[in-house]
């Protein structure tokens, strides 16, 4: 069987930790052998996650700019809500009456983070709206 690789700094990899079962836990059935993630994979992920934060494209975004971004990771998850519940109900066990099948909780958590990036730090609207001004230019 095939291992599933997990996403590092955008790249997938196989991890050097110990392969692990996903199993099916309302009916035994495996359904799939995943990488597993070494501290050597954690620490990797960790300063891929502190490069990017520190990266200009994302540091210097702006609130709403951000927002969309949040906005569009929403309209994913609830596109795809019936895969998504689909694999939910595989590696949980839950009923298929218990899984949202619009991408629910996931999706409908978007739009608040969403509102989050757009309002924070935005009390003084001058110094927001000069801040828009000065990127434009």
Same mark, same amino acid.
């Given at each position: 069987?095939?291992?599933?690789? =997990?996403?590092?700094?955008?790249?997938?990899?196989?991890?050097?930790?110990?392969? =692990?079962?996903?199993?099916?836990?309302?009916?035994?059935?495996?359904?799939?052998?995943?990488?597993?993630?070494?501290?050597?994979?954690?620490?990797?992920?960790?300063?891929?996650?502190?490069?990017?934060?520190?990266?200009?494209?994302?540091?210097?975004?702006?609130?709403?700019?951000?927002?969309?971004?949040?906005?569009?990771?929403? *309209?994913?998850?609830?596109?795809?809500?019936?895969?998504?519940?689909?694999?939910?109900?595989?590696?949980?066990?839950?009923?298929?009456?218990?899984?949202?099948?619009?991408?629910?909780?996931?999706?409908?958590? =978007?739009?608040? =983070?969403?509102?989050?990036?757009?309002?924070?730090?935005?009390? *003084?609207?001058?110094?927001?709206?000069?801040?828009?001004?000065?990127?434009?230019?």
């Amino acid at each position: 069987m095939n291992i599933k690789p =997990f996403l590092i700094g955008g790249e997938w990899v196989q991890g050097t930790g110990t392969p =692990f079962d996903s199993v099916n836990p309302a009916n035994g059935e495996l359904n799939g052998r995943i990488g597993g993630a070494s501290a050597a994979d954690v620490d990797h992920a960790v300063r891929n996650a502190q490069r990017a934060q520190r990266d200009p494209r994302w540091r210097n975004m702006l609130p709403h700019e951000r927002a969309r971004l949040l906005n569009r990771v929403a *309209d994913l998850i609830v596109e795809r809500g019936s895969e998504l519940a689909s694999i939910q109900m595989r590696e949980n066990g839950k009923l298929a009456q218990r899984v949202p099948r619009a991408g629910g909780c996931g999706g409908g958590r =978007f739009p608040l =983070f969403r509102r989050r990036h757009r309002d924070h730090g935005v009390r *003084d609207r001058a110094v927001a709206r000069a801040a828009c001004r000065e990127r434009r230019i």
